[in-house]
Structure formats: structure tokens, C-alpha cells
């Protein structure tokens, strides 16, 4: 970290703050005046994630809408936190091939999924007997630790990103001028997958 990097980093951390603050404030000033509390929540009241709901579509899905319904009532999705298989699959082709450039999103998205379950983990609807221990912190601050679906998709984009450069470039060499239909196809797909 050279000076001008601690320097350039200080100076968004202000820019940052001073942002946010006007949105910041309000919150601030409840927490600090007013008896019922923003944070400070019971961690079985906060709401994680099913481990199913990363690889079921949203219940609005054009197509897939009366296969998964079940599903959904079931495990009781509260928010669709569906990932795609395609980026799935883009991000396994980043990760095998490209490792170096993108285990810190990797890391970041594993991460956040783990700590969006909640207090008690669930998987397929049922509830594990397992107390996750960072849970209670997490639910205090955040309330609800699906917020942190939001992350687990911006790590995944860049790495679907990556993956999708990946096939590229291989048709290039293999197939000059296929990648223009290859990054189409992946775009139309992707769409499907998110389509409702």
C-alpha cells in the first residue's frame, strides 16, 4: 500500500460517509432517541435462506411458474434468491480456469451465502439443529440476513463475467467470429433464466 493508495482510499472513505450521510441520519438519530430499536434484534427473529431457494426460480417465472410454486410453498421462499444456472456454470468455468483472478469473489460470494441463513439453517424446508454462532451478531446489526443475497449476486456477476471471457476467447481461437453468437446465447439465457 503506497501512500497515495492509503491516500486515494482515506479520500473515498470521506467522499463515502459524506454521501450517506444524509440517509444515515435519520436512522442514526431514532437508534440514539427512540425506545424501539432498528437494531438489537432477537436472532430467531431475523430471516435467512434456504439453501434449496439459491437453485429454485423466482415463483413469477413465465415458464417455470407451475413446476416450482411447490417448491416455494414448501420451503418458504421469502424473497427469490435464485442464482441461474448459467451463472453458475460461467462462474464453476471462471473458477477452474481462472482461479487467480477470481477466488476473492469466489470467497466473498460463499461467504455472504453463509451468512445469510439465518440462526438456524434450513435446506429443503426443514430446519437444521444447528445454532450458526456469527448468527447473533449479524441478525443485531442487520435484522435480516438475506440482505446479504444482494452481495452474493454482485460477486457472482463478476465471476459469470470472467467465465463467459473464458468461452470467448476459446471459440475465438477455435471458431473465429462464433463469439459474438457464443456472448448472445449466454445473454438470452440469462434472460430466461430471470424472465418474469
Not at 161 to 170: A, N, S
Request: charged share 15%; with cysteine.
Amino acid at each position: 500500500l503506497s501512500r497515495t493508495t492509503v491516500g486515494n482510499l482515506l479520500l473515498l472513505s470521506i467522499l463515502a460517509c459524506l454521501a450517506l450521510a444524509p440517509f444515515l441520519y435519520p436512522l442514526v438519530r431514532d437508534q440514539l432517541t427512540v425506545s424501539s430499536s432498528y437494531v438489537g434484534v432477537d436472532p430467531e427473529s431475523g430471516l435467512g435462506n434456504d439453501v434449496v431457494a439459491y437453485l429454485v426460480p423466482a415463483k413469477e417465472h413465465l415458464v417455470w411458474r407451475e413446476i416450482v410454486e411447490p417448491i416455494h410453498k414448501r420451503i418458504r421462499i421469502r424473497r427469490s434468491v435464485y442464482l441461474g444456472f448459467t451463472v453458475i456454470g460461467l462462474s464453476a468455468m471462471a473458477s477452474v480456469k481462472r482461479w487467480r483472478s477470481v477466488r476473492s469473489w469466489v470467497f466473498l460470494a460463499l461467504l455472504c451465502m453463509l451468512l445469510s441463513l439465518g440462526s438456524r439453517p434450513q435446506f429443503n424446508g426443514h430446519v437444521l439443529g444447528i445454532q450458526l454462532p456469527w448468527a447473533a451478531p449479524i441478525v443485531w446489526l442487520f435484522r435480516h440476513p438475506f440482505r446479504f443475497n444482494l452481495l452474493v449476486g454482485l460477486a457472482l456477476a463478476v465471476t459469470s463475467g470472467v467465465g463467459l471471457t473464458v468461452l470467448v476467447d476459446w471459440l475465438a481461437v477455435k471458431r473465429s467470429g462464433w463469439h459474438w453468437a457464443l456472448s448472445g446465447l449466454a445473454m438470452v439465457l440469462l434472460l430466461f433464466e430471470y424472465l418474469f
